[in-house]
């Protein structure tokens, strides 16, 4: 297996986690008001979500291009402007009414399982990242590769918990980034539209190349 397939599903894990949404802004008001032991018990719980989605993403992505290599361009494609939407819509954010964490969390690892495996968007996101983030080593996916890239993801899941963790219980971040929460979401639009833009230049070689007899 290419170390670079690796390398790119840790990563897509990595900023999978790290990217500000509903379980992150969570994961922060948890932190804040109960420590950094909370924060990691609410990231151990949302680590199963994690996994369950990068599993389904990765069958989604790996079946795609073994069954049909111009499905995976498609799919590419798909993704690329489904990122470019979000993208987009980060880079447009305005400021909201502070909705932080205000009450006792009794059980932090109950609440983020539950986050982990009920959030609606955790599929097509972990579908669309991994998906920009493999897209150049298309060629080298089957099936084999599953229990590489699944365990490098776990790694990268993992490294970016204990990131955040340590984040959390710094007071002076936590108030950086409830000071400068907009232009935080912001810039991780204009991330994803960097990755959207990469998917879909990766894609249309596939697709150009496709002709009707």
């Known amino acids: ?12 894990a990595a900023i999978y986690t790290l990217t500000p ?4 802004l969570a994961m922060l ?11 990691a018990g ?16 990765l069958v989604a992505i790996i079946g795609s291009r073994v069954l049909n290599p111009m499905m995976f361009d498609i799919l590419a494609m798909i993704c690329g402007v489904y990122l470019f939407w979000l993208g987009v819509r980060a880079v447009m954010a305005k400021r909201r009414i502070d909705g932080s964490v205000d009450i006792i969390v009794k059980r932090p690892w109950r609440r983020g399982f539950i986050f982990g495996i009920t959030n609606p ?15 150049k080593d298309a060629a080298f996916l089957d099936w084999s590769s599953m229990t590489g890239l699944l365990s490098a993801a776990a790694v990268g899941f993992l490294l ?4 955040l963790i ?7 971040l936590r108030r950086f980034y409830q000071r400068h929460e907009i232009w935080i979401v912001r810039a991780t639009g204009v991330l994803f539209i960097g990755f959207a833009i990469q998917a879909i230049m990766s894609s249309l070689p596939g697709l150009a190349g496709w002709r009707r007899p």
Do not use: C, N
């Open 21 to 24: 949404g509903p379980a992150f």
């Open 121 to 135: 968007k955790g599929y097509p996101v972990a579908v669309a990242m991994f998906t920009a983030l493999l897209a």
């Open 160 to 163: 970016a918990d204990m990131i």
């Open 166 to 172: 340590w984040v959390v219980g710094l007071g002076v």
């Open 42 to 57: 609410f990231l151990f719980g949302h680590f199963a979500g994690d996994m369950m989605w990068a599993s389904l993403a």
């Open 29 to 39: 008001g948890i932190g804040a008001a109960q420590g950094r032991g909370a924060s």
């Open 1 to 12: 297996m290419e170390i670079s397939m690796l390398i790119g599903a840790m990563v897509a």
